[in-house]
Nanobody, 118 residues
């Protein structure tokens, strides 16, 4: 049972990145998926979330219109498309899976670093 993030890296301000989170070992469609981020010295914050079967989404206000979350249930993968990146988007980005059947049960990935700098 695991979540593995990928796609992070160094990007210039205004650039784009697409993060991926590959899930294995559980029934992916039964889980709501989210992306969180944590910058040094700051608390972890929700970036975006997507429901399991229906795929409804929600975003933190500062990411609306720039970040887009999607999922491919056939590939057991959730994505985060990040556009118009700003230096303040620099953080470790984490994938989270929360069971729709047992809401207290959740999984975390190890994180992928995103650095926005010129």
């Amino acid at each position: 049972v695991q979540l593995v993030e990928s796609g992070g890296g160094l990007v210039q301000p205004g650039g784009s990145l697409r993060l991926s989170c590959a899930a294995s070992g559980f029934t992916f469609s039964n889980y709501d998926m989210s992306w969180y981020r944590q910058a040094p010295g700051k608390e972890r914050e929700l970036v975006a979330a997507i429901k399991g079967p229906g795929g409804s989404t929600n975003y933190a206000d500062s990411m609306k219109g720039r970040f887009f979350i999607s999922r491919d249930n056939a590939k057991n993968t959730v994505y985060l498309q990040m556009n118009s990146l700003k230096p303040e988007d620099t953080a470790m980005y984490f994938c989270n899976a929360r069971s729709r059947l047992l809401s207290w049960y959740e999984l975390w990935g190890q994180g992928t670093q995103v650095t926005v700098s010129s």
